[in-house]
């Protein structure tokens, strides 16, 4: 079982439509919780972090959380044609040695159609 | 507020050969990590530097080593290059600190291209 796991996609949404990625994980230890955006030939954006249960929003984007089913999903309003991209995943968690590691999944990539 | 930098930012090298990659990271920073990311993959995380040690490594060989410096910046270095090594490498930087993890954000990237 991959640690981080997303469905490639493409996902397609009509423009103005809500776009919905998800994304599951393995380690019930993961304390932070990332989305990136990435387009083609590009390095990845930071676009949300979600550290505790529940929705945050921050404009036309809303990251929600539920480390009881080890899910996160991160929704688009309104969505436009510059969405466009690929969306990874990124898990945080301790390591026994007191550092820290993010594991990140494979990516969604995103159409949405003018 | 400057961001993370990374040079350079294309690069063609030959099998066998050996490549250095460097890395500035985010005003404020203290922690580097290095990711390669093939076409159509998400990032794999390499190491990551943090008090001028490696932290913590992924799997990968020993051609592959680094080092960060007083000012926090870091070295990629890969030996005996293979076609396989051609990818976008990838440097994030974040702070480390009680309290943290923290957000990890990513500079340009080097493309690097074995032939």
């Known amino acids: 079982q991959k640690e981080v796991e997303q469905n490639s996609g493409p996902l397609s949404v009509p423009e103005g439509a809500i776009a919905s990625l998800n994304c599951t994980y393995s380690d019930r230890g993961s304390q932070s919780f990332f989305w990136y955006r990435q387009y083609s030939g590009k390095s990845p954006e930071l676009i949300m972090s979600i550290y505790s249960n529940g929705d945050k929003e921050d404009g036309r984007f809303t990251a929600q959380l539920n480390k009881a089913s080890q899910y996160v999903s991160l929704l688009i309003r309104d969505s436009q044609p510059s969405d466009s991209a690929t969306y990874l995943c990124?898990?945080?968690?301790?390591?026994?040695?007191?550092?820290?590691?993010?594991?990140f999944g494979t990516g969604t990539r995103l159409k949405v159609l003018a | 507020d400057a961001g993370v930098t990374q040079s350079p930012t294309h690069l063609i090298k030959t099998r066998g050969q050996q490549v250095t990659l460097r890395c500035s990271p985010k005003s404020g920073h203290d922690t580097v990590s290095w990711y390669q990311q093939a076409l159509g993959q998400g990032p794999q995380f390499i190491f990551q530097y943090y008090e001028e040690e490696e932290r913590q490594r992924g799997n990968f060989p020993d051609r592959f080593s680094g080092h960060q410096f007083p000012n926090y910046s870091s070295e990629l270095n890969v030996n005996a290059l293979l076609l396989g090594d051609s990818a976008l490498y990838l440097c994030?930087?974040?702070?480390?600190?009680?309290?943290?993890?923290?957000?990890?954000?990513f500079g340009p990237g080097t493309r690097l291209t074995v032939t």
């Open positions: 990124a898990v945080n968690a301790f390591t026994t040695s007191g550092t820290y590691k993010y594991i």
């Open positions: 994030a930087s974040s702070l480390t600190g009680t309290g943290g993890p923290y957000e990890q954000y």
